[in-house]
T-cell receptor, first 113, second 114 residues
C-alpha cells in the first residue's frame, strides 16, 4: 500500500512557465514533508521542506503548498528552466515515530526550451 | 568535498557472492540512512543507524542483509549470497539529527548481480 503517491509519472512544461508537481499521502500522522530532485546517475538533492504547522514555504523559484485536510502537497517551480528537468520525489515522515522518510515513486519533469 | 560519499559507485557481483557498500556521512552528521531504488520505482527505506546503533531496520529484508555504523569508519551495508533481485541502486543519506532535519544523499552504488 503506497502511503505517498505521485500520480503523474511525467510532466512536460515550456521554459518560463510554471511547473506544478503533485503529491498525495494517506497517513494522517505524517507531519514533515520534503521534495527532492534527482538527475540520472546521481543521488537525490534536497530542494525544500514543509512541516504540518505551515501551509506554504518558499525558496526562490520553488514553493511548496500543503493542504492537510486533503492530504495533498504540491511543488511549484516558476519560472521553469531547462535545468529543472529531472525526477522529483516527494517524501513524508511522522517525526514523532521515527526518522525514516517514505518516498513517492517520482515525477519526471521535462522543461522544453 | 564535504558531501555524503559512497563507494563503490558501481559493483558487479555473481549470484551467491557478497556485496559490501560503504557510506561516509557528511561532516558533522551522525545519522545514516540506507535506501534502495529498484528500476522505475521510488526510494524505499531500509535502515537508520547512529554510531554503533541500529535505530530502525524495519525496511531491511529479514535475511542476507545487514548494516553497521561503527564508531570509526564508514557505514557498511552488507548483502550476503546476492540474487538477481538485489540488483538496484543503493543510496545512503545522512542528517544532523533526529526530527525535522533534511537528509542529504550520496551519489549511490549501483549493484548489478549477474
Amino acid at each position: 500500500d503506497q502511503q505517498v503517491k505521485q500520480n503523474s509519472p511525467s510532466l512536460s512544461v515550456q521554459e518560463g512557465r510554471i511547473s506544478i508537481l503533485n503529491c498525495d499521502y494517506t497517513n494522517s500522522m505524517f507531519d514533515y514533508f520534503l521534495w527532492y530532485k534527482k538527475y540520472p546517475a546521481e543521488g537525490p538533492t534536497f530542494l525544500i521542506s514543509i512541516s504540518s504547522i505551515k501551509d506554504k514555504n518558499e525558496d526562490g523559484r520553488f514553493t511548496v503548498f500543503l493542504n492537510k485536510s486533503a492530504k495533498h502537497l504540491s511543488l511549484h517551480i516558476v519560472p521553469s528552466q531547462p535545468g529543472d528537468s529531472a525526477v522529483y520525489f516527494c517524501a513524508a515522515s511522522d517525526v514523532n515515530y521515527g526518522q525514516n522518510f517514505v518516498f513517492g515513486p517520482g515525477t519526471r519533469l521535462s522543461v522544453l526550451p | 568535498n564535504a558531501g555524503v560519499m559512497q563507494n563503490p559507485r558501481h559493483l558487479v557481483r555473481r549470484r551467491g557472492q557478497e556485496a559490501r557498500l560503504r557510506c561516509s556521512p557528511m561532516k558533522g552528521h551522525s545519522h545514516v540512512y540506507w535506501y534502495r531504488q529498484l528500476p522505475e520505482e521510488g526510494l524505499k527505506f531500509m535502515v537508520y543507524l547512529q554510531k554503533e546503533n541500529i535505530i530502525d531496520e524495519s525496511g531491511m529484508p529479514k535475511e542476507r542483509f545487514s548494516a553497521e555504523f561503527p564508531k570509526e569508519g564508514p557505514s557498511i551495508l552488507r548483502i550476503q549470497q546476492v540474487v538477481r533481485g538485489d540488483s538496484a541502486a543503493y543510496f545512503c543519506a545522512s542528517s544532523r539529527g533526529q526530527g525535522r532535519y533534511e537528509q542529504y544523499f550520496g551519489p549511490g552504488t549501483r549493484l548489478t548481480v549477474t
